[in-house]
T-cell receptor
Framework: GESVGLHLPTLSVQEGDNSIINCAYS??????FIWYKQESGKGPQFIID?????DKRQGQRVTVLLNKTVKHLSLQIAATQPGDSAVYFC????????FGAGTTVTVRA | KAGVTQTPRYLIKTRGQQVTLSCSPI?????VSWYQQTPGQGLQFLFE???????NKGNFPGRFSGRQFSNSRSEMNVSTLELGDSALYLC??????????FGEGSRLTVL
């Protein structure tokens, strides 16, 4: 079965607000995690990754937090824009990607 | 730099038929992986090829097969199609391991 899961299937956020998407994993030996964004009709697009020797990593408007104690990671999107509307997946990588079920983010104008 | 190209983008088949999907990776990438995406099962790993050899395999029946050519292009084949094979088939390439770059997928409908 899947080792990676997301807490909520949907998230509605007001434009300009910050978004937080959560993900739990079960394999304590996992050491590489990736967040993907998938827009309608497209393939998953890499957003940001983090290795287990880090707690936090920042990109452009995005931050990933990793809590190894509770096996939880989150994706924070600052100042959410309409173009951020998509399905977001967390994935664990060893020799393959194991994806969570995805969270659909809808940005309200 | 061109991205991952998958063909065809859409196709319709009937039960019992077979289908071949093609993937051209990003230039210089030697690893090609295939994933199946369905509403019920989400994204699931099919197999990975590296330098013309299958390096890893997921939990799919033998009806699902693939190959990789010397130019790193890859094909996957599904024989004796079933209704449940209807899905978006995604190809991803990587230089070796690590960050995968996905194509836009081939959407297969089995009637």
């Amino acid at each position: 079965g899947e080792s990676v899961g997301l807490h909520l299937p949907t998230l509605s956020v007001q434009e300009g607000d910050n978004s937080i998407i959560n993900c739990a994993y079960s394999n304590s030996a996992s050491d590489y995690f990736i967040w993907y964004k998938q827009e309608s009709g497209k393939g998953p697009q890499f957003i940001i990754d983090i290795r287990s020797n880090m707690d936090k990593r920042q990109g452009q408007r995005v931050t990933v937090l990793l809590n190894k104690t509770v096996k939880h990671l989150s994706l924070q999107i600052a100042a959410t824009q309409p173009g951020d509307s998509a399905v977001y997946f967390c994935a664990e990588y060893d020799y393959k990607l194991s994806f969570g079920a995805g969270t659909t983010v809808t940005v309200r104008a | 730099k061109a991205g991952v190209t998958q063909t065809p983008r859409y196709l319709i088949k009937t039960r019992g038929q077979q289908v071949t999907l093609s993937c051209s990776p990003i230039s210089g990438h030697r690893s090609v992986s295939w994933y199946q995406q369905t509403p019920g099962q989400g994204l699931q790993f099919l197999f990975e090829y590296f330098s013309e050899t299958q390096r890893n395999k997921g939990n799919f029946p033998g009806r699902f097969s693939g190959r990789q050519f010397s130019n790193s292009r890859s094909e996957m084949n599904v024989s004796t199609l079933e209704l449940g094979d209807s899905a978006l088939y995604l190809c991803a390439s990587a230089p070796d391991t690590g960050e995968l770059f996905f194509g836009e997928g081939s959407r297969l409908t089995v009637l």
